[in-house]
């Protein structure tokens, strides 16, 4: 899986917990709202964002296995205030190897965050797969679905937008990548294991003073388009020069389409 830096994690957390969907989020507390304690396994943890958002959510005593294949990100996960009520423990691991062998640890809930549109269709199944084997919910937040919008608009974003999503699906570390297309295939999948969806929007609505978040953002689809090769280097230096100026004056903001969704087997643990 491609690494994501600390500086990046925490610069769109904010972002992400803004756009977290909240009748999701109210599906997921509702589910476990009896239990006398959580068991949570969050795969591709990174710095702890998803426990941050949703362990105020959940009933105490909780206890989170946070899982991924960087040690550092982990480290600071770990190092991240949380209440006296929510224990973590680390487990560096690689998903493509350790995915099942993850989640046999008595868990009650499985979460993540913008990973499923990063992983192959191969890899989505067999987590579906192992999590319907074991009667294990799935809370699955902000996945990419294709849609991004820019004010002021610009000629060229149109083209810009279909070359980030050509480049979403190439190999992020488990094969072709699923891109836009996870959240759909995801819920397609958990529903016809027999497991009832929760699904809603979950989108970055980015505004004019959000620059720091724009310029990384514009920067990173910039390089991805040119990895691509669809378009040639001077369009793509001249788009990101007009939007770079939009930025700057104030004047551009950003909408990035995402979906959460909570899949909830017939009857769970």
């Not at 005593?61 to 770990?78: E, F, M, R, V």
């Not at 690689?94 to 993850?102: H, I, K, M, R, V």
């Not at 990895?227 to 369009?235: D, F, L, R, V």
Request: charged share 20%; with cysteine; net charge negative.
């Amino acid at each position: 899986m491609s690494g994501f830096s600390a500086e990046w994690l925490a610069l769109r957390e904010p972002h992400d917990l803004r756009a977290r969907n909240q009748a999701v989020l109210d599906a997921v507390a509702t589910c476990l709202e009896t239990c006398a304690g959580v068991r949570v396994v969050d795969l591709a943890s990174g710095t702890g964002s998803t426990l941050r958002a949703l362990s105020r959510r959940l009933p105490s005593p909780q206890n989170w296995t946070l899982i991924d294949n960087d040690s550092g990100l982990l480290t600071h996960a770990l190092a991240s205030p949380r209440a006296e009520n929510v224990a973590a423990t680390a487990l560096p691991l690689d998903l493509n190897l350790g995915l099942e062998a993850a989640l046999d640890r008595g868990v009650d809930l499985v979460a993540t965050s913008a990973l499923l549109d990063l992983v192959s269709s191969s890899w989505l199944d067999r987590l579906a797969i192992a999590l319907a084997a074991r009667g294990t919910p799935l809370y699955a937040a902000l996945s990419y679905d294709g849609r991004i919008g820019f004010v002021p608009a610009d000629p060229f974003d149109v083209a810009i937008v279909a070359a980030v999503n050509v480049h979403q699906v190439g190999n992020k570390g488990f094969g072709p990548a699923l891109g836009p297309a996870a959240a759909a295939f995801a819920i397609t999948r958990f529903e016809k294991l027999g497991y009832s969806v929760k699904q809603g929007v979950s989108d970055w609505i980015i505004g004019t003073e959000d620059r720091d978040m724009q310029s990384e953002l514009l920067a990173g689809w910039a390089s991805a388009v040119q990895e691509t090769g669809a378009i040639s280097p001077a369009e793509i230096t001249a788009w990101l020069g007009r939007r770079r100026q939009a930025v700057t004056a104030g004047q551009s903001s950003l909408r990035v389409g995402h979906v959460d969704f909570f899949a909830t087997p017939s009857t769970t643990r």
